[in-house]
Structures are given as C-alpha cells and as structure tokens.
C-alpha cells in the first residue's frame, strides 16, 4: 500500500483482493436438512426451558407448601405448648416429690431403728457424735487383733457415710467438718492396725515356725489382710517366702536376711490416700439441691504401697482413651513408655520391677495370678486403699463448665497420677520393714522381756539418695515383692502401676521399671457400640449396653436392679444380685466394670458432644415411659450435630426384642420434637420430618402420637421409684453422649 499526494489530495491506491476457492454449493436437500435440524434444535430449547421453568415452579410451590405445612405445625405446636408443658411439669413435679417423701420416710425410719437398736454408732452428720466417737476410740488402748479389726470395719462404714455426705453436700460451711472428721478416722484406722502388730511381733519367740525357725502369721477379714514375718533365725540363706491363702510374698537379700528385721504386708480393700490427694489437690464440688449422682467410670489402677523404703506402690489399669487437650500430652507419653515395655506370655501373672538407691532392699516371690517383683522400696509412709469413687451432678439447669484451674499439678517434672483419668482399683498394698522388737527369754523358770512404750521403728536399709543418677539406679539392689491381684476385681486392660508420695500427697509412676501385666486385658470400655432399653413388664425393664469390649445387661425392677452379663467374669458377688441403683453402681466400679461417666470423662472419652442440658431433659422424658416404649441407640446421632439428638423409639412390651419395622427415628431439638422421615437404613441423614407427623414442645407427647391408647395410659400407671431409677441410670451412663 503506497501513500502520495496530488493537488493536495491524499490519495490511497490498493493492492488488487487475491480471488479465494469457494466451497461447493449447498444442493435443496441440504438447505432443506439444515433447515428442519435448526427448526427441531430450536423446539427442543424450548421444550427444555419450559420444563425447566415447570420444575423451578414445582419445586417453589413444593417449598411453599412445604412451609405452609410448617408454618401451619408450628403455629398448632406454639398454640399447645403451654398445656403439654404444664402436663410434663405436672408429672415430673408428681414423681419428684414422690421419690423425696419416700426417701425422707425411709431415712427417718433408718434412724428410728437405729435409736430403738441403742447403738453406740454415730451420726456422721451430727459433728459432737462423731468428736465422741473419736476421742473414745483412739484413747481406747484394746490391742486385740480381732477386736481391732472389727473396730475398724465400724468406723470404715462411718468413712464412707462422711465421704457420702462430701458428695451430696449443698452447704459448704459443712465440708471442712466432714472432711476433718474423715481424716481423723482414716488416721486412727491405720494407726489401731499398726499397734496390734507391735504385740505380736513383740512376742514372735513364741510363735516360731518349725520348718524355717522364723516367725510368720496371717490374719484376715472382710476389708484386710494382713502378713507378719519375724526374722529369728538371720539365715543368709533365706530367700524368700510366700503366705499360703492370700497370695503375697516377698524376696530379700542376704544382707536383709542377715538383719534383725520384721516385715509386714498390710492390704486394705479400701483407699484413703486417693481421698486424701484429691482433698489437697482438687476442690470439693457443691452439690446442687436435684441431682443425679452418677460415680466415675475412669480408667483403673491397682494400688501397692511399699513403705519398706519410704515410698507407695500403686497398680494403675489405664482405659486408652482419646485425648482432647493439650494439657494430656505429658500422661500420653507416660502412656508410650508403658506400652514399650516388655510382657511376658504367661496368663495370671503380674511382676512389678522399682529401683531402689544402693543399698540391700530386695524382695521378689511369684505367684499364679500375679507378681510384683523386683520392687524398689524407699522407707515407705503410712497409707491406706480404697476404690475411688466420683459423682457427676447433672442438673436441669445451665451450669457452668468446670474450670480450667482444676487440672491436678504437682510440679515441674513430676509424673504424677491424674486421678481424674485413672481410678484406683483393687485397693492398697503395703510393704513395710521395721526393727524387730527385743524378744523375752527364759532364765531359771523365769520370762525376761525388755519393757519399751516405744512403737515400731522403721528400718532403713538404704540411704536415700536424691541426686543419684541413673546408672547408679540400675545398679541398686532390687528388693521382689508379689501379689495376688484380688478376685473382687476385674482389669479390662493392662494396669500401671505407682507409688505414694507422702509429702506431695498424691500416686506417681516415675521411679518404676520393668513392670508387666500377664492377663491381659487391652481394651476400654468406652465409647459403647450400642444401647437399648426394652420393657419387660409392668415397672420392669431391660437396659443393655454393648461397650468397647464387654457387653453387659442391667435388669430394673421397680426401684432394684440386677447386672448380668454372658460373658464370664467370676464376679459372683456382682452378677445376679439385685440391689439399688447407687449401690450397684459403687458395686461395679470396686470390680473395674466402668460404664459411668464423671464431670471430666468427656476430656478423654470420644464422644458426640451433645448439650447436657438436652440430654438432661431427654432423660427425664425417656424414664417416664420406659415402661411401654423401648429405646435404643442411632447411627444419625453422631451425625445430626451437638444441637440435636437422634434416637430409635417404639412402643413395645414383652422379653424378645422389637421387630425393625417397629422403630421410628426421632429428632430431638432445643425448642421442639419431631419423627424422622428417614430410617435406620437410609443413605444420608435429613432432619426432614414426617409426612403423617406433627410437632410437639415435649418428647412425650410426640411419642404418643404414635402410641395406643392402652399404651398410654400405662404409662400414667408407672411406680415412681421405677421411673427415678431409670432416669438416674440414663444421667448415670449418658448413652446419648457416650454412643
């Protein structure tokens, strides 16, 4: 393209248009095709956008009348809420106040015999009754051991109607009073038992047993056992030696078995010391005036003091639980190293290995079931056992959660025990060496005895050393200890194991080595597989629970219950027993059969999260009508979030289970109830509700909806005892949160 100018005009002169190949013409037949494809495409847009147009129209007219419906059901469940309110709180009130006059009657009928029997026991309650008591006690000087003992168990009976008192207190001006008063007989009970032992040991010439020259004796009740040994001969050859009937013993060095020494094994199925540090170290919790108690189902530990050599040793049996905070990395390492430790294949078997500084301290004996040795002892401190129990309180009113201050701390370093993650089991053990008292001696006739008010004196076989390292505790003499894990109890999965520490008064695990378990039980019972409750009766039902590994039936009639199982466990003083509700539930968690939950077991436990004052309402409602409708766990209650709870209902009587077929799904909601249109099988969860089904304020009334009417007036007919001891199961054992 070239640009000139000419008599001032611009002018362009273009380049010629090179000539293209044109395409074949289109013949009629062709125009005519794509005349008729163009016309049929253009009607099918059409077609499509119109029934795309009919669907968005049915689907807003669906909507709407979806929420016509809605609105409607609302407006009808807004219009009764008042009366199905007032009915609920008609009943509940009904029932409340029946369950208090039966209480109150019995309580006072309990001290009205108690008056008539004259009895010297007293009131824990009434603070000059029990001062009495203890002044009269301690300054008694009976010396008996069979009297002792039954001393003993008087005023172990006082110690849990006092730690009872602690639980249910609603005043706290009370609790410095009920917990000096404990303390005291806790003190007092060990000290008895300790005096009885310095008589006997004293007149151990006496009772020399013939094959070894040693003395040794047994003595045992209901909540002790206790071992004596006296060494007579100082045999260095001794080695060891195992108390026939209860399964303990212990192994020595030649330098103990050389010693003018004593030992004693002391084994109490109670446990003060827990009491104790969780007085020192946690606060005591107000009970608000409408609880429901429900005790602690923590992981287990058995408890072996050894005040030999100035420290406790304690058996622990951690359930593995989830952990959710932070603050548990420190306990799940603790957790790792157990596990990384070796176990032998033997079943029955238990062997606890403790350094000791250098110095003689060795004790080590087998047994069948279990064994404690090579135990390291560090002059131990005075002790007790028992299993703890703790009281979850949920209340139908908002509170607040714990606080975080609670947690448990002992100080930098230290590897104590979170009693609120672990629960002693199987009470305590103690081991003990003291110098054996002067001995009397026969000259001419005549028994000569060294005369001393002086108590028995510990022996200290080794210097304690605080900076030893820790090649020099791998090198310490070990002294073997064995025990024999108590039948009353149950571990459902392998137990750790730890020691008092009397000055910071609490159970640590460091310090310990080599400790294995050879029954093995590696598992934990929560969170469950699956729950129902099935009526069986008039005032009787069926409560099953299926846990992490045992499944266990709890029969209810009227205000008894009865644990089964079809698992054997050799529990027969648990198993096929009717008793009350609470006393059961202290009953399973002394043989480590945990389903209870406690204020802290949701920090360790998986669980659905749900509201407790929620479930606390669905728990109140359920029991009302756990006489004629069957409940039971749903897969959606996991799924439908911490605002909702899903649960299977149906109407049911009879011991065989419910047809599938029977079952309906139900939404529980914070401001309303309403049936599920999905079902157990279905693909995804929708909180769409029923076509045939309304809304109800109450979880009652939207049961009855689907109810007969002889259904229904059961219900009005049920005992109120039976109805208070399935709702304090359910607030016990929260199913809803905990499946």
Same mark, same amino acid.
């Given at each position: 393209?070239?640009?000139?100018?000419?008599?001032?005009?611009?002018? @362009?002169?273009?380049?010629?248009?090179?000539?293209?190949?044109?395409?074949?013409?289109?013949?009629?037949?062709?125009?005519?095709?794509?005349?008729?494809?163009?016309?049929?495409?253009?009607?099918?847009?059409?077609?499509?956008?119109?029934?795309?147009?009919?669907?968005?129209?049915?689907?807003?007219?669906?909507?709407?009348?979806?929420?016509?419906?809605?609105?409607?059901?609302?407006?009808?469940?807004?219009?009764?809420?008042?009366?199905?309110?007032?009915?609920?709180?008609?009943?509940?009130?009904?029932?409340?106040?029946?369950?208090?006059?039966?209480?109150?009657?019995?309580?006072?009928?309990?001290? %009205?015999?108690?008056?008539?029997?004259?009895?010297?026991?007293?009131?824990?309650?009434?603070?000059?009754?029990?001062?009495?008591?203890?002044?009269?006690?301690?300054?008694?000087?009976?010396?008996?051991?069979?009297?002792?003992?039954?001393?003993?168990?008087?005023?172990?009976?006082?110690?849990?109607?006092?730690?009872?008192?602690?639980?249910?207190?609603?005043?706290?001006?009370?609790?410095?009073?009920?917990?000096?008063?404990?303390?005291?007989?806790?003190?007092?009970?060990?000290?008895?038992?300790?005096?009885?032992?310095?008589?006997?040991?004293?007149?151990?010439?006496?009772?020399?047993?013939?094959?070894?020259?040693?003395?040794?004796?047994?003595?045992?009740?209901?909540?002790?056992?206790?071992?004596?040994?006296?060494?007579?001969?100082?045999?260095?050859?001794?080695?060891?030696?195992?108390?026939?009937?209860?399964?303990?013993?212990?192994?020595?060095?030649?330098?103990?078995?050389?010693?003018?020494?004593?030992?004693?094994?002391?084994?109490?199925?109670?446990?003060?010391?827990?009491?104790?540090?969780?007085?020192?170290?946690?606060?005591?919790?107000?009970?608000?005036?409408?609880?429901?108690?429900?005790?602690?189902?923590?992981?287990?530990?058995?408890?072996?003091?050894?005040?030999?050599?100035?420290?406790?040793?304690?058996?622990?049996?951690?359930?593995?639980?989830?952990?959710?905070?932070?603050?548990?990395?420190?306990?799940?390492?603790?957790?790792?190293?157990?596990?990384?430790?070796?176990?032998?294949?033997?079943?029955?078997?238990?062997?606890?290995?403790?350094?000791?500084?250098?110095?003689?301290?060795?004790?080590?004996?087998?047994?069948?079931?279990?064994?404690?040795?090579?135990?390291?002892?560090?002059?131990?401190?005075?002790?007790?056992?028992?299993?703890?129990?703790?009281?979850?309180?949920?209340?139908?009113?908002?509170?607040?959660?714990?606080?975080?201050?609670?947690?448990?701390?002992?100080?930098?370093? @230290?590897?104590?025990?979170?009693?609120?993650?672990?629960?002693?089991?199987?009470?305590?053990?103690?081991?003990?060496?003291?110098?054996?008292?002067?001995?009397?001696?026969?000259?001419?006739?005549?028994?000569?005895?060294?005369?001393?008010?002086?108590?028995?004196?510990?022996?200290?076989?080794?210097?304690?050393?605080?900076?030893?390292?820790?090649?020099?505790?791998?090198?310490?003499?070990?002294?073997?200890?064995?025990?024999?894990?108590?039948?009353?109890?149950?571990?459902?999965?392998?137990?750790?194991?730890?020691?008092?520490?009397?000055?910071?008064?609490? %159970?640590?695990?460091?310090?310990?080595?080599?400790?294995?378990?050879?029954?093995?039980?590696?598992?934990?019972?929560?969170?469950?597989?699956?729950?129902?409750?099935?009526? @069986?009766?008039?005032?009787?039902?069926?409560?099953?629970?299926?846990?992490?590994?045992?499944?266990?039936?709890?029969?209810?009639?009227?205000?008894?219950?009865?644990?089964?199982?079809?698992?054997?466990?050799?529990?027969?003083?648990?198993?096929?027993?009717?008793?009350?509700?609470?006393?059961?539930?202290?009953?399973?968690?002394?043989?480590?059969?945990?389903?209870?939950?406690?204020?802290?077991?949701?920090?360790?436990?998986?669980?659905?999260?749900?509201?407790?004052?929620?479930?606390?309402?669905?728990?109140?409602?359920?029991?009302?009508?756990?006489?004629?409708?069957?409940?039971? %766990?749903?897969?959606?209650?996991?799924?439908?979030?911490?605002?909702?709870?899903?649960?299977?209902?149906?109407?049911?009587?009879?011991?065989?289970?419910?047809?599938?077929?029977?079952?309906?799904?139900?939404?529980?909601?914070?401001?309303?109830?309403?049936?599920?249109?999905?079902?157990?099988?279905?693909?995804?969860?929708?909180?769409?509700?029923?076509?045939?089904?309304?809304?109800?304020?109450?979880?009652?009334?939207?049961?009855?909806?689907?109810?007969?009417?002889?259904?229904?007036?059961?219900?009005?007919?049920?005992?109120?005892?039976?109805?208070?001891?399935?709702?304090?199961?359910?607030?016990?054992?929260?199913?809803?949160?905990?499946?």
């Amino acid at each position: 393209m070239n640009y000139f100018l000419t008599n001032g005009y611009q002018c @362009v002169v273009m380049a010629p248009k090179k000539k293209g190949k044109k395409g074949p013409k289109l013949t009629k037949a062709e125009k005519a095709r794509l005349k008729i494809e163009e016309e049929e495409r253009r009607v099918r847009e059409e077609e499509e956008a119109r029934i795309q147009a009919e669907r968005e129209e049915q689907e807003r007219l669906e909507r709407q009348r979806r929420q016509e419906i809605l609105d409607r059901l609302e407006a009808k469940d807004s219009k009764r809420r008042g009366g199905e309110l007032g009915e609920l709180r008609s009943l509940l009130d009904q029932n409340y106040l029946a369950v208090m006059k039966y209480k109150n009657d019995v309580a006072q009928m309990s001290k %009205w015999e108690k008056y008539m029997q004259c009895s010297d026991i007293p009131d824990p309650a009434v603070q000059q009754e029990i001062n009495t008591f203890i002044s009269l006690w301690r300054d008694d000087p009976e010396r008996s051991v069979k009297t002792v003992l039954k001393q003993c168990n008087v005023a172990l009976k006082l110690i849990e109607e006092l730690a009872t008192l602690l639980r249910e207190v609603t005043d706290e001006e009370h609790i410095p009073k009920y917990q000096e008063a404990l303390l005291h007989l806790q003190d007092i009970v060990y000290a008895k038992i300790l005096n009885t032992n310095i008589d006997i040991l004293k007149g151990a010439s006496n009772s020399i047993d013939t094959e070894t020259g040693n003395m040794q004796a047994v003595i045992k009740d209901d909540n002790t056992t206790l071992c004596l040994w006296a060494n007579l001969m100082r045999n260095p050859r001794f080695k060891c030696l195992t108390f026939e009937g209860v399964g303990m013993g212990f192994e020595l060095t030649k330098q103990l078995a050389a010693s003018n020494i004593a030992l004693r094994i002391l084994h109490t199925n109670y446990d003060h010391l827990s009491t104790l540090s969780r007085m020192t170290h946690m606060k005591t919790t107000i009970a608000p005036p409408r609880s429901i108690e429900s005790p602690s189902p923590l992981p287990k530990f058995l408890v072996i003091p050894c005040p030999m050599v100035s420290r406790l040793r304690t058996f622990f049996e951690d359930i593995p639980l989830e952990v959710t905070e932070e603050g548990d990395e420190a306990e799940e390492t603790q957790e790792e190293t157990q596990e990384d430790k070796p176990a032998e294949e033997q079943e029955q078997e238990q062997t606890v290995e403790e350094e000791v500084p250098p110095a003689p301290e060795s004790e080590g004996a087998k047994h069948s079931e279990s064994q404690l040795s090579r135990a390291s002892m560090q002059h131990a401190e005075d002790g007790d056992g028992q299993i703890v129990t703790q009281v979850e309180v949920l209340v139908a009113e908002a509170t607040p959660p714990p606080p975080d201050d609670d947690l448990m701390v002992y100080g930098e370093g @230290v590897e104590a025990v979170d009693l609120r993650k672990y629960t002693p089991l199987g009470g305590v053990f103690y081991y003990e060496l003291f110098h054996l008292p002067p001995q009397s001696y026969q000259v001419k006739g005549w028994e000569i005895r060294k005369m001393s008010d002086a108590g028995l004196k510990v022996f200290q076989s080794i210097a304690e050393k605080s900076n030893q390292t820790e090649d020099e505790e791998a090198a310490s003499p070990l002294v073997g200890l064995s025990v024999n894990v108590p039948d009353a109890v149950v571990f459902l999965e392998t137990p750790l194991v730890g020691r008092w520490d009397a000055e910071g008064k609490f %159970w640590r695990m460091d310090g310990i080595s080599g400790f294995s378990y050879r029954k093995h039980h590696t598992y934990a019972n929560f969170p469950f597989r699956s729950w129902e409750l099935r009526p @069986v009766g008039k005032d009787s039902a069926l409560f099953s629970i299926n846990g992490a590994l045992i499944d266990l039936c709890i029969t209810i009639q009227g205000n008894q219950c009865m644990l089964q199982s079809e698992r054997e466990v050799g529990l027969t003083d648990l198993f096929n027993k009717w008793m009350s509700a609470p006393d059961l539930q202290q009953a399973m968690l002394k043989a480590g059969i945990n389903i209870f939950v406690n204020e802290h077991t949701d920090k360790f436990v998986t669980s659905c999260r749900k509201d407790p004052l929620m479930e606390h309402v669905v728990y109140e409602q359920m029991a009302l009508f756990a006489s004629v409708c069957a409940f039971s %766990w749903s897969k959606w209650n996991a799924q439908c979030g911490p605002e909702h709870i899903v649960i299977k209902v149906c109407e049911h009587q009879g011991p065989d289970p419910a047809p599938e077929d029977l079952w309906n799904l139900y939404l529980v909601g914070a401001q309303r109830f309403q049936k599920l249109e999905i079902t157990e099988t279905s693909e995804v969860f929708c909180a769409d509700h029923h076509p045939d089904s309304e809304f109800h304020s109450t979880f009652i009334h939207m049961l009855q909806d689907n109810m007969s009417h002889e259904g229904i007036c059961l219900t009005r007919e049920t005992h109120f005892l039976f109805v208070d001891t399935v709702q304090s199961l359910f607030c016990a054992i929260r199913p809803l949160m905990f499946c």
